[in-house]
Structure formats: C-alpha cells, structure tokens
C-alpha cells in the first residue's frame, strides 16, 4: 500500500484493535503502520503521548549511563495538522492544539517518571519563539509539577536542552518534547549510542 495514501478499511480496522487494546488496560508498543493512517488514530484516539526508551538495549550499548526515555506529544504539532492547502506558490497548514491533551501529556510525562524510581522530569520545547503554544505547554507542565513535588522539574528550549541531554545525561530521566523533535531523537540518538559516534 502506498505510505502517502489513506485507507479507510485498514484504518476501521485499526480502530476496532486500539479500542479492545483500552478495553482491556494494554497499550501497543510498536507497530507499523502507514504514516496518515497511524496519524489520525493518534489524534482521534488520544494517543497524545508516545514513550521511547532512547536506549534500551544496555547490554550491547558503549554508554551505559545513557538511560533517557523519550515522551513524544503524538497528537498535535505540525504532524497532525488539521487543513493543508497549496495555492499560487504557498502550503497553508492549521495546527490546532489543546490544553487538555497537554495536560495529559504532562501528567504522563510524570507518571513514567515515578513509574522509573521518580526520576527527573525535562520539558523540551523552543516555547519563546511559539507565542501562546509556549506558554500553554509550560502551563501545563508547571501545574502537573506541582502535583509532583517530589520529581525533579526542569524546562529547556530545544537547542540548549538537547545539548544538556549528552553532557549531563544522569539528570534527565523522563524528556518530554513534541512529536516532530522527538521523531529525529528517536531515530538519530540510538544511532549514536550503538554506534559510537560521539
């Protein structure tokens, strides 16, 4: 099946397993699907939070102490726009994003950190050059802080805080950060880490 179409009947399908996998508490750890069709199941489902450990292999791992886990917001971004439209030289997209899918986000972001021995918790978004998105994220990440007091809380913008994972990796346990920044993480770090690139 072409990756760029979407197919109704695979995606009814999909539905139906996503909606017995709740049903029954589970969650699907890894699946292969076509980018369109596994794009609207997160968004129509709430799967607003995607947890990557950026290195799970330790055995076979040259950094041992690298023991990040990645938490992509999966549902909203520029991922999962709402409208896109090409006219006389322009692509126009709608992005729409909710503060209560980031307040879900956020609140796992510090359920796998207790869930991982209250590790510290690290919000990574470039927020000052996103206005009112920037403010919404920390919002939501500050109240769900406060909950926590016992967690570690930091927040970074992208540059500095992906900068900091590598140099100081022992205080990031659980990093939280959009879809499309985590996208490249996720691909390129074990990459790094299985490889000894660094």
């Known amino acids: 099946m072409d990756a760029e179409k979407f197919d ?17 508490k589970g969650a699907v750890v890894r699946g292969s699907v076509p980018a369109p069709v596994l794009y609207r199941l997160r968004r129509e489902l709430g799967q607003s939070a995607k947890v990557v450990p950026l290195n799970p292999f330790l055995s076979i791992s040259i950094y041992k102490d690298f023991a ?3 938490l992509r917001e999966g549902s909203q971004g520029i991922y999962h726009y709402s409208q896109m439209s090409r006219q006389d030289g322009e692509v126009r997209m709608q992005m729409i994003w909710s503060m ?25 978004l470039k927020e000052s050059v996103l206005g009112e998105l920037g403010r919404m994220w920390l919002e939501a990440f500050h109240e769900e802080s406060r909950r926590h007091p016992a967690i570690r809380f930091s927040h970074r913008p992208s540059g500095a805080g992906f900068s ?34 660094i």
């Open 8 to 24: 109704p009947g695979l995606y009814a399908e999909l539905v139906r397993f996503y909606e017995f996998i709740q049903s029954r």
């Open 68 to 70: 990040v886990i990645l």
């Open 100 to 124: 209560e899918r980031l307040r879900f986000f956020a609140a796992t972001a510090f359920q796998v950190a207790e869930a991982n021995q209250g590790v510290a918790v690290a919000s990574i």
């Open 164 to 197: 900091d994972m590598w140099i100081s990796a022992r205080e990031f346990g659980v990093v939280a950060t959009d879809d499309q920044s985590g996208d490249i993480l996720s691909d390129l770090v074990p990459t790094v880490l299985y490889n000894g690139s």
